[in-house]
């Protein structure tokens, strides 16, 4: 009867189930690594917008997406009601920093902190470059923004 209950008339060998399961698990495991492995391996392309940046002061590099200069515009704009003039002066000195930024990310002779320096003056003249166009109000929204920005930054 015991025999009859457990289905020994079955022609699978014993533990079939069990060595079934683990190779199913195995196959599983073994896509997952694969595809983290090929999207870690994915290097992000010359033209790609990735900027390498510090977190929480442990050394530990890592990518952030920067938003395009149009992204940016269009935040700006939607933020502090940005005129079309205001709009062309702000793409103009974004663009300006964009270039002057690949330069130096391109410049292998400058060290670390050489082209963290630069690239803080840059977004430094930058952001005067753009409270200049900006009325008072405006000048005031664009400072909380860049608050909250540099906070955000600080605890990543």
């Not at 009859?4 to 196959?27: K, V």
């Amino acid at each position: 009867m015991f025999s009859f209950i457990h289905g020994s008339n079955n022609s699978r060998p014993r533990g079939f189930g069990s060595l079934a399961m683990a190779t199913a698990l195995a196959i599983a495991i073994t896509s997952g690594i694969f595809a983290i492995t090929a999207s870690a391996q994915e290097a992000p392309s010359q033209g790609s917008q990735t900027e390498t940046a510090p977190q929480n002061g442990g050394g530990h590099w890592h990518h952030h997406k920067r938003p395009s200069v149009d992204k940016q515009v269009k935040h700006l704009t939607k933020a502090l009601k940005l005129s079309d003039d205001q709009q062309a002066k702000v793409r103009r000195a974004l663009e300006d920093q964009h270039n002057q930024m690949e330069q130096i990310r391109s410049d292998s002779s400058l060290s670390r902190d050489d082209r963290f320096n630069k690239m803080k003056g840059i977004r430094d003249s930058t952001n005067t470059q753009i409270k200049t166009v900006l009325n008072e109000d405006q000048q005031k929204k664009f400072e909380e923004i860049q608050q909250k920005h540099q906070k955000r930054h600080e605890r990543a």
